[in-house]
């Protein structure tokens, strides 16, 4: 991102936000509540436009080149799957948009979350804590070269920080991108190759304990 800036309703979101970052890296992003972590991954995604500035990858520009980042798993605030689905279901009807794996695959991104591919409950009887999983899932069953996950660990038990916490650096061995925001220092002091601060639209470096 070079110069990035994004107001909604008068307010300022992203205040000239440059970075430059690099596959094979976890990238965490500490900041408080509206600070702009999750407009900052929307507007990287393509989700969101900015005002002004430009994102790039790979030489290409955002929404010039392409509308959406083309290799892009992302987890923010709600999942939106289908309630009276499986979970399995949920990630075959998702998968079938790309059409870039099979059955195999999903099954396996679900496994690797802890969660099992034949549970036959509907999603809407999981618990919160089984969404943020199956949410995970939906992020990684791509393989993509991006990974965006706001408060990944979010509602899950010892257990289930753990698994994700390996997921995410399985993820950056493998040479994906990864931006993780999290209010959970231990996340972030555990996962992250960088740290960055965003504090009123701006972003600087930071120290985990900072």
Do not use: W
């Not at 939106?80 to 396996?108: Q, V």
């Amino acid at each position: 991102m070079e110069n990035g800036n994004k107001t909604i309703r008068g307010r300022r979101i992203l205040c000239d936000v440059n970075l430059e970052l690099y596959g094979g890296t976890v990238y965490g992003f500490i900041g408080r509540n509206g600070s702009g972590k999750t407009m900052l991954f929307r507007a990287l995604s393509g989700l969101i436009r900015l005002d002004s500035g430009t994102i790039s990858l790979d030489g290409q520009v955002l929404h010039r080149d392409f509308s959406v980042l083309p290799s892009l798993g992302i987890v923010l605030e709600n999942a939106g799957l289908y309630p009276d689905l499986t979970g399995l279901e949920n990630l075959k009807y998702l998968a079938r948009l790309t059409r870039r794996i099979g059955a195999g695959e999903i099954r396996e991104a679900i496994c690797r979350v802890g969660l099992d591919p034949d549970d036959r409950r509907a999603y809407g009887k999981y618990s919160l804590g089984m969404k943020q999983r199956l949410a995970i899932a939906q992020a990684i069953m791509e393989t993509p070269d991006v990974i965006m996950l706001d408060e990944p660990t979010n509602a899950l038990d010892e257990t289930g920080v753990e698994d994700i916490r390996r997921i995410v650096l399985e993820e950056r061995d493998r040479g994906a991108l990864v931006l993780l925001a999290s209010h959970n220092k231990e996340d972030i002091r555990v996962l992250s190759d960088y740290v960055l601060r965003i504090e009123k639209g701006y972003v600087s470096e930071a120290e985990v304990g900072g």
